[in-house]
Every structure is written in C-alpha cells, then in structure tokens.
C-alpha cells in the first residue's frame, strides 16, 4: 500500500540550531515533492517544491533534498528560531498529470529560546 | 491581494441536515481541491476540479458533493449520507511552481 511518513513525534530544538525533518514514502513515483507549514488552526502555507530530477533546493533558511533511490526528502531549518515553532507537512504528487497531493501527517518542530 | 477565501470558519450542522462550505478564489487558477482534515491525521482529499464544469472523486468522496461552475467558485456539500462529518475543511488552488494556496478551513461540528 502507498504510505508517507513522517515521525509523529515533536522535535524539540534550541534556537540557533539546525532542524531536520524525515519523509519517507513507499509506493509512490512523485514527479515532485512539496513541504508545508501549518499553524494550529489554520490552512498550510506552501514552502517549498522540489522536483524528481533535483537533489537539493534551497529557500532563505530552508534547504530540501530529495533522493528518489532511498524514497526519501530531508528538510532542514538552519538558524531555527521560536517562531518556527510550526507543524510541517510533506506532500508528493501522488498520481502523475493530475497534480493530486497526497500528505503526510505532519511533523511538530517546538524551537526552544 | 490574492488568495482562498473559505466560509464561514466555524460550522454547526444538526444531524440528518446537509450543509455547503464556500470556497471562492481570486488567484486566476485552473485547479481547485478539497480536503478534509482530521485530529493526528493527514490531509485526505475529498474532491477536485481540473477546470470549470469538471470534477473527479478523490479518495473519500462519499457523502460529498461539489460543483465548479465558475472558475473562481468551488463550493463543498456536507450531505446527510457523510456519516463522520465534524472536521476541519481545507479548500486550495493549485498552480505549478507555486504549489497549493489553502483557505484558512471551516470547521465543522455535529451537534
């Protein structure tokens, strides 16, 4: 079955420091892949897209990669800082041409002053 | 200033009622998408539309319904066949390189 993973539990992080979330996928052939911030109570805000012939993309303090061999993307926050604090959601094009995402779970990053 | 516009934020519905969500965009978008989010899980897509007067099921469309008659407008229909209603509704518009611009939700609630 088509699965995304993400770890379930919080990462608690002091700030200054570097943050690094895991999603792995099974299952699934993305053209590209997508991560995601969300606030308690809010829609997500889109961060940044990489895409299957792109190792690693970068965006002001945010840096992706994405390895389609291991079926994986690392996304790191460098410099974190409290207002980081957020869920971040990993979403792959989950059927190829119709741009349908499919998420997952999310990952709660808690920067610590 | 562009963006999704969900209403209203908070929604009560009473058992056996069916109820619609709005979701109206000024993004000039062709694709638009409903999705359903529950407590500790991921967002599950309910319906899309690839442009106006066409939509397709996504995985839990049943005891929903949508239409698309305009561009900007893609409105959700809480039917009384959706026996687990209370959620939170999330409506977006897709385009490339710029991923999914999502509403703020509705919140949904049985009483």
């Known amino acids: 079955s088509q699965k995304i993973e993400q770890n379930s539990e919080a990462l608690n992080i002091q700030e200054g420091k570097t943050a690094t979330l895991t999603c792995n996928y099974t299952?699934?052939?993305?053209?590209?892949l997508q991560w995601y911030r969300q606030d308690p109570g809010r829609g997500p805000v889109f961060l940044l897209l990489?895409?299957?012939?792109?190792k690693e993309k970068r965006k002001e303090r945010l840096k992706v990669t994405f390895d389609t061999t291991l079926k994986q993307s690392l996304f790191h926050i460098t410099a974190s800082q409290p207002a980081d604090s957020a869920t971040y959601l990993c979403?792959?094009?989950?059927?190829?041409?119709?741009?349908?995402?499919?998420f997952g779970k999310g990952n709660q990053v808690v920067v610590i002053p | 200033d562009g963006g999704i516009t969900q209403s209203p934020k908070y929604l009560f519905r009473k058992e056996g009622q069916n109820v619609t969500l709005s979701c109206e965009q000024n993004?000039?978008?062709?694709?638009m998408y409903w999705y359903r989010q529950d407590p500790g899980q991921g967002l599950r897509l309910i319906y899309y539309?690839?442009?106006?007067?066409?939509?397709q099921k996504g995985d839990i469309a049943e005891g929903y319904s949508v239409s698309r008659e305009k561009k900007e407008s893609f409105p959700l229909t809480v039917t009384s066949a959706q026996k687990n209603p209370t959620a939170f509704y999330l409506c977006?518009?897709?385009?490339?390189?710029?991923?999914?611009?999502f509403g703020s939700g509705t919140r949904l609630t049985v009483v």
């Open positions: 979403a792959l094009d989950g059927s190829r041409g119709n741009n349908r995402l499919a």
């Open positions: 299952n699934y052939s993305p053209a590209y």
């Open positions: 990489i895409r299957e012939n792109e």
């Open positions: 993004l000039n978008h062709d694709a």
């Open positions: 539309s690839q442009i106006v007067n066409d939509f």
């Open positions: 977006a518009a897709f385009r490339e390189d710029y991923g999914y611009t």
